[in-house]
């Protein structure tokens, strides 16, 4: 099904038992965001919101909620699509099976943008800000936020359809400082697309025309967070998974979608910012106020009949889980074909997805080392933390696969294998005062903080402890010590205070443990506030000990010394607790999980979800 609209998106997935209908009034205050978090969890349908407190317009969420339902919305177009982006990956592949690939330099040309006559698309009506579904997502969110918006500008040196960059970057619609129906905020760092336009802008001394797309066929909210090959368009790729041209036009000087639902037209202004913030984000914290570019609203318009699409992010999974899996298909062997010699490259996404990279290389460098050590796994290392968003991770697993297969996707499996053959004096190696992701409080600053690269190849070393270490038990102030997984405990230490008092409870920590003899068995140990919660789960462990540390300050070990600058220890400690300049967590208010509780009743629109 190619899809022209949204609307057609929601009728085929309804015809197909895909989507259900919310036919009672629904408060975009917390009860819109909480309502899809607990059918996401369900592993339900999409949601179409039909009566949305103070807005006219109804609104959709969980249309990519899971895998299966994506591949539903893209079935007509997704073979050709992935078709494309391996011949833009590997050209070789069309002299290999030339048959296979003859219709897709055509599909490109079909899918190219088109340009209709300048002035208002028909169907549309201008509107006001307020006139939209201002639907806050979490109790601490600063206000309302568009969080499938598809944003547009162009390169002011380069003007055009073709020198543009389409990027998922939140925008803020109300709260702070932001004047209703006249200013909106856009988060977006300097290295994004967005980002490089504004500062050609500001050195041209001129505001950079944005144009902010809601809605429209599917394939375009997609397009805004593709990881597409060099030089392919995202409005291509929109044309591609589509199976139609992206139709164009400008008013005002401002780029319009003639098939979004809405548009929001506006102008940042150099040096222009205001406090943009908080926001409920994917890893599962609050990201928290700073300056962000401001946009000027121009004017803001509607298709009759328009559609509001949105999700919600927060601790994962989400739905943004489902999304990255629907990436990581379309593209397919991206990663292979820009890094030689790297096999798998799996964000974790149990982990908020930026903080935890597993890999697996190959080490070819040294075939007749009688004892082998990591080489040119490290070389693809540093290239993986160089490279796109994967320069965004902290902590970075590796290994080459050599003995018996290894997935990067088999958590516990492919951690054994690191920690059976990892060696703590020789295979860690850190990267400090560098940068990490803007959503990250863990580090010294925004932006701002480390990364340490964990690898090992070769013969196992060590077998992996199964049960605590009698060593380990009755240390005084660390208490409830619990096993994880083979090879890794969790201890419940006293509330992080400073560093200072980190560093003095953890050297003492570490004398206790050497005055009770080494063990081998055990290569990590991970310092909570709650050891039975992580404990409880593979997903929890990941969650709490990757999101809330910071490799140059929170990494400490047991008998560690330096050699030749190079850090060395018997046993890994990471403390994993809660620092003070951390953002919270997100938790649920539980009287709006009540309140929506009226939805799931017998008889109510969602009676008939089975939801835990």
């Known amino acids: 099904m190619k899809y022209r609209n949204l609307e057609e998106c929601i009728v085929d997935l309804e015809k197909h038992g895909h989507l259900v209908r919310i036919h009672e009034e629904v408060d975009p205050h917390l009860e819109m965001a909480a309502i899809h978090m607990k059918v996401y969890a369900a592993g339900g349908p999409a949601l179409l919101f039909e009566k949305v407190k103070g807005s006219k317009y ?47 330099g055509l599909a490109a040309r079909r899918v190219l943008p088109i340009k209709s006559v300048s002035g208002q698309p028909s169907g549309f009506e201008e509107i006001q800000i307020s006139d939209l579904p201002l639907i806050k997502h979490w109790q601490g969110d600063g206000g309302a936020f568009v969080t499938l918006p598809q944003v547009y500008s162009e ?34 760092q300097i290295h994004r697309g967005i980002g490089i336009h504004q500062a050609k802008a500001n050195k041209l001394g001129k505001p950079l025309k944005v144009s902010i797309f809601i809605g429209g066929p599917p394939a375009h909210t997609l397009s805004a967070v593709m ?81 509001y699409p949105f999700t919600v992010v927060g601790r994962p999974p989400q739905e943004d889980t489902a999304f990255g899996e629907l990436i990581h298909e379309l593209t397919g062997g991206a990663i292979q074909q820009e890094i030689r010699g790297v096999k798998e490259v799996h964000a974790v996404d149990a982990a908020g997805v930026h903080p935890l990279l597993f890999a697996i290389g190959s080490e070819r460098y040294t075939p007749y080392q009688k004892v082998k050590q990591p080489a040119e796994i490290l070389t693809q290392a540093n290239h993986i933390l160089g490279t796109g968003q994967l320069s965004l991770a902290k902590f970075l697993f590796i290994t080459a696969e050599e003995n018996r297969p290894v997935s990067t996707h088999h958590i516990e499996d492919f951690l054994t294998y690191i920690l059976e053959r990892i060696d703590l004096h020789r295979d860690i190696h850190f990267q400090t005062n560098t940068t990490i992701d803007t959503l990250d409080y863990s580090g010294t600053g925004l932006n701002t903080g480390s990364k340490v690269i964990f690898s090992a190849v070769g013969d196992q070393r060590r077998e992996l402890c199964t049960e605590v270490p009698a060593l380990l038990k009755g240390i005084t102030g660390f208490e409830k ?29 570490c004398d206790a443990i050497r005055e009770r003899g080494s063990f081998a068995s055990c290569p990590m140990i991970i310092l909570s506030d ?19 540390s910071n490799p140059s300050h929170d990494i400490y070990g047991v008998n560690s010394y330096y050699e030749h600058k190079h850090w060395a220890c018997d046993n890994v400690i990471i403390d994993a607790r809660a620092k003070p300049h951390q953002a919270p967590p997100l938790i649920p208010d539980p009287t709006v999980a009540n309140n929506i509780e009226r939805f799931f009743v017998k008889g109510a629109s969602l009676g008939r979800i089975q939801t835990s």
């Open 530 to 548: 709650d050891s039975e919660f992580l404990s409880a789960a593979i997903d929890n462990f990941l969650w709490v000990t990757f999101t809330r």
């Open 155 to 188: 390169d002011p040196e380069k003007p055009g359809i073709m020198n543009s960059n389409l990027g998922m970057y939140r925008v803020q619609l109300s709260g702070n400082d932001y004047e209703l129906n006249k200013e909106v905020g856009i988060h977006y």
């Open 481 to 509: 010590v619990q096993m994880i997984m083979p090879g890794i405990v969790v201890m419940q230490a006293p509330e992080f205070v400073s560093y200072g008092d980190a560093q003095r409870e953890i050297d003492g920590l």
């Open 58 to 104: 109804r609104a959709v969420s969980n249309l990519f909620g899971t895998i299966e339902r994506s591949k539903f919305i893209f079935r007509d177009t997704w073979d050709s699509t992935q078709n494309v982006i391996a011949l833009r990956n590997n050209p070789a592949k069309a002299l290999k099976n030339p048959f296979k690939y003859i219709g897709t």
């Open 227 to 307: 990881p597409l090959p060099e030089g392919m368009s995202e409005l291509i790729f929109a044309g591609l998974l589509t199976g139609r041209h992206f139709r164009y036009s400008y008013v005002d000087g401002y780029c319009i979608s003639n098939d979004a639902d809405f548009v929001i037209t506006g102008e940042i202004y150099p040096e222009e910012t205001k406090p943009e913030g908080p926001f409920g984000d994917h890893l599962g914290y609050y990201s928290l106020i700073h300056e962000f570019p401001m946009m000027r609203v121009h004017k803001v318009y509607a298709r009759k009949n328009a559609i």
